[in-house]
């Protein structure tokens, strides 16, 4: 959906050949591998992605020695020059990080959380589906702000539902599924002094919305 919003809202040709011989490779090849997942046990699925987990970040940091080594860069020192370049980058990015967290603060001690929760369960109940969900949904709604506050409501689910209740599996699918959006609008936006955000905030929550419903569904699939 992401995917979709910023190409519409850019006028990029999807449906040029060149795009879709991109595209419908690695589409296909997602659904072909969500099919296989769709067959594993629960003792299968964890092991298949702990595994690969591992895999792709210890491909990664090997490929980028690799790489680093092949084009003839130093790479301990240039990782030296990237840390240091990194705490300048901190500093400046302390100032929004310290309102963004502030704003969720205030946001879960003012109790609108609770309110929010309870009308979606309201409707969803009227509707007479099942409600499971709502009870992740403070990980939902809070990780667009801060991933710190998103984990801190997972862990207060987990506290309060169990570890293994459908509702702390869904809200730590959520987590995985989702980005720090109106965070990282803010900081990085602020650091590099963009103050329009023009089409990114719509096609970020967009793309956020998807992760969300995309988790909600996994997790009816895989744990009922």
């Known amino acids: 959906m992401g995917l979709l919003s910023v190409a519409v809202v850019q006028r990029l040709p999807l449906w040029s050949p060149v795009v879709l011989a991109y595209l419908l490779p690695v589409a ?5 591998f969500m099919a296989l997942l769709t067959t594993l046990s629960t003792a299968a699925l964890a092991s298949l992605s702990s595994l690969l987990g591992n895999l792709t ?3 990664l940091i090997v490929l980028f020695v690799a790489l680093g080594a092949w084009r003839k860069v130093p790479v301990y020192e240039a990782f030296i020059d990237g840390a240091r370049e990194g705490f300048d980058v901190a500093k ?5 990080l310290v309102a963004m967290l502030c704003a969720v603060g205030v946001f879960r001690a003012s109790g609108a959380l609770g309110y929010v ?10 509707l007479g589906a099942d409600a499971r969900f709502v009870d992740a949904l403070p990980t939902a ?17 987990m506290q309060t539902q169990g570890v293994d209740s459908f509702a702390a599996l869904a809200a730590a699918t959520v987590q995985g599924s989702t980005e720090t959006t109106f965070y990282v609008l803010a900081v990085y936006f602020g650091a590099v002094g963009i103050h329009r955000a023009r089409h990114a905030v719509g096609c970020a929550l967009l793309a956020e919305l998807a992760g969300v419903i995309a988790a909600i569904m996994v997790c009816y699939r895989f744990f009922g």
Do not use: H, N, Q
């Not at 296909?28 to 072909?32: F, H, I, K, P, S």
């Not at 400046?92 to 929004?96: E, F, M, N, R, V």
């Not at 709604?141 to 689910?157: C, D, N, Q, Y």
């Open 141 to 157: 709604l809070v990780k667009p702000f801060s991933g710190s506050a998103a984990r801190a409501m997972l862990i207060e689910t």
């Open 57 to 59: 970040l210890f491909a």
């Open 92 to 96: 400046g990015l302390l100032p929004y």
């Open 117 to 126: 929760l309870d009308g979606i369960r309201w409707c969803v109940t009227t």
């Open 28 to 32: 296909l090849g997602l659904a072909g």
